[in-house]
C-alpha cells in the first residue's frame, strides 16, 4: 500500500490518509450562510470516497467580509447547530472536516453584503477599491471574528479550522504589498504585514485552545504586479509556524487573475505547479506542508511525497467531479484523475445552481 495511504496525525486530529479536499465554494449555503441539505450531502459523499480531510468552501467570519451568494458564513451562534447536524453527518462515515475562515477585504462583494467593503489602503484595478480605509479598531473587530468563528466552528464539531491566507482575500492582502500600502504597524516590511495573520492565529488559539488542529492556507506567490513573492512569503510562513499554526496549505494566485486554478492540466509537468515553491518552503518548516494546485495522479504525489516536496496533497476540482477518487486509487485503479481542468464547472456557480461538474453532468445527458 502507498505511504499515502498510511493514518497520521495532526494535533490529535486522526486522519486516514495523506489526501485533502481544498476549500472549494460550493454555493450551496442558505441565505443566512447555514449548510443545506444538499452541502451535506456533498461532504458526505466525499467522506465515503476516502478523502481524508475535508475542507469546507470559504466560511465568512463576518457578513461584510462575504464575497459571493450562497456562501458559508459563520458569524452567529444560531448556526452553530445546524452545523454539528452536518459534522455529525461526516463522522458517521469515518470522515474529518475543517472549515475555511475568511474574510474578503477589498475584494468583499456589495451587492451581496449590502455594505461597503473595507479595504487596508487604496489601490487601482481591484474590485472595491472605493471601499473604506480600515482603522486599527477595524481590524482588530475583524481579528476578533476570526476568533468567534473558530470557537463556533469547534462547537458545531468540526475536527479543525483553516485560517485562509490565499488567493488575493482579506489575510493575503495584508501579506501582499499589491495591496498593501499602508504606514502603520500593519504595513512596509514582511514582518509588520504578517502581524495581523499573528493576532488571528492568537485569538483563535484563546477560544480554541492548544489541543485543537488550526490550519493556515498562504499563497507562496501571488503572481501579480507588486504582489506577494516567494521570499517575503517564506519569511511569513516562519512567523506563522512560531504563532502555532499546526499545518499549512501551499498555494498561489489569485481569484483576481484567475492563476490559483489553472486549466488545461493535461501532462504530468503541468502537474503540481506550485511544487517548486513547496520545496523551498518544506526545508524550513517543521509543521506538516499541505500542497495544493493540479495534482492528478497518484504517481506523481507518491513522488512529490518521498523527495520531501509535501506532507499532504490537497485538490479541489478532481473531487467535483470524482468524490471517490481517493477510493479509487485506493483499489488499484490508478488512472489520474478524470478532472479536464476546463473550469467549466465556474458556470453553474455564477449561475447561483451550485457547482457540479458540466462534463460529467453532460455525458448522463446523453446515456
Same mark, same amino acid.
Given at each position: 500500500m502507498s505511504k499515502l495511504f498510511e493514518a497520521t496525525t495532526i494535533n490529535g486530529m486522526k486522519l486516514s490518509n495523506r489526501f485533502v479536499r481544498s476549500a472549494t465554494w460550493e454555493g450551496m449555503a442558505d441565505a443566512d450562510g447555514n449548510c443545506t441539505p444538499e452541502l451535506k450531502d456533498l461532504y458526505v459523499q466525499l467522506a465515503k470516497g476516502g478523502v481524508g480531510l475535508i475542507i469546507t468552501g470559504v466560511a465568512y467570519?463576518? $457578513?461584510? &467580509? %462575504?464575497?459571493?451568494?450562497?456562501?458559508?458564513?459563520?458569524?452567529? *451562534?444560531?448556526?452553530?447547530?445546524?452545523? /454539528?447536524? %452536518?459534522?455529525?453527518?461526516?463522522? $458517521?462515515?469515518? @470522515?474529518?472536516?475543517?472549515?475555511?475562515?475568511?474574510?474578503?477585504?477589498?475584494?468583499?462583494?456589495?451587492?451581496?453584503?449590502?455594505?461597503? =467593503?473595507?479595504?487596508?489602503?487604496?489601490? +487601482?484595478?481591484? !474590485?472595491?477599491? /472605493? &471601499?473604506? /480605509?480600515m482603522t486599527v479598531d477595524d481590524i482588530q473587530e475583524i481579528i476578533e471574528a476570526h476568533g468567534? !468563528?473558530?470557537?463556533? !466552528?469547534?462547537? !458545531?464539531?468540526?475536527?479543525?479550522? $483553516?485560517?485562509? &491566507?490565499?488567493? &488575493?482575500?482579506?489575510?493575503?492582502?495584508?501579506l501582499s504589498p499589491a495591496f498593501n500600502k499602508r504606514t502603520d504597524e500593519y504595513g512596509g516590511l514582511i514582518e509588520n504585514r504578517t502581524k495581523a495573520a499573528? +493576532?488571528?492565529?492568537?485569538?483563535?488559539?484563546?477560544?480554541?485552545? *492548544?489541543?485543537?488542529?488550526?490550519?493556515?492556507?498562504?499563497?507562496?506567490?501571488?503572481?501579480?504586479d507588486g504582489g506577494l513573492v516567494v521570499e517575503d512569503s517564506l519569511q511569513a510562513a516562519l512567523l506563522i509556524q512560531e504563532a502555532g499554526i499546526d499545518a499549512i496549505e501551499l498555494s498561489g494566485g489569485t481569484v483576481v487573475t484567475g492563476d490559483h486554478a489553472r486549466k488545461d492540466i493535461n501532462t504530468e509537468e503541468k502537474e503540481a505547479y506550485w511544487r517548486k515553491a513547496a520545496r523551498r518552503f518544506k +526545508?524550513?518548516?517543521?509543521? =506538516?506542508? %499541505?500542497?495544493?494546485g493540479g495534482i492528478r495522479s497518484l504517481p506523481l504525489a507518491e513522488k512529490l511525497y518521498d523527495e520531501g516536496y509535501a506532507d499532504y496533497f490537497s485538490m479541489s476540482r478532481p473531487f467535483i467531479r470524482e468524490a471517490g477518487?481517493?477510493?479509487?486509487?485506493?483499489? @488499484?485503479d490508478l488512472r489520474k484523475a478524470t478532472c479536464l481542468s476546463d473550469n467549466l464547472c465556474r458556470g453553474p456557480l455564477m449561475e447561483g445552481g451550485g457547482i457540479y461538474c458540466v462534463v460529467e453532468e453532460r455525458q448522463k445527458e446523453k446515456i
Open positions: 467570519v463576518r $457578513q461584510d &467580509g %462575504m464575497v459571493a451568494p450562497r456562501q458559508l458564513g459563520l458569524s452567529d *451562534d444560531k448556526c452553530i447547530p445546524i452545523f /454539528e447536524d %452536518m459534522t455529525d453527518a461526516i463522522h $458517521q462515515h469515518g @470522515g474529518r472536516i475543517a472549515v475555511q475562515l475568511v474574510h474578503a477585504g477589498i475584494l468583499s462583494n456589495p451587492k451581496v453584503t449590502g455594505l461597503t =467593503p473595507l479595504i487596508l489602503s487604496k489601490v +487601482e484595478g481591484y !474590485a472595491g477599491s /472605493e &471601499g473604506r /480605509e468567534q !468563528a473558530a470557537r463556533r !466552528a469547534k462547537d !458545531a464539531g468540526f475536527d479543525a479550522v $483553516q485560517i485562509h &491566507g490565499a488567493h &488575493g482575500f482579506l489575510i493575503n492582502q495584508f499573528i +493576532e488571528i492565529i492568537e485569538r483563535v488559539r484563546s477560544y480554541v485552545g *492548544d489541543d485543537y488542529p488550526v490550519l493556515f492556507k498562504l499563497n507562496s506567490e501571488d503572481v501579480i +526545508e524550513i518548516l517543521n509543521v =506538516p506542508l %499541505m500542497l495544493v477518487l481517493i477510493n479509487r486509487w485506493a483499489s @488499484g
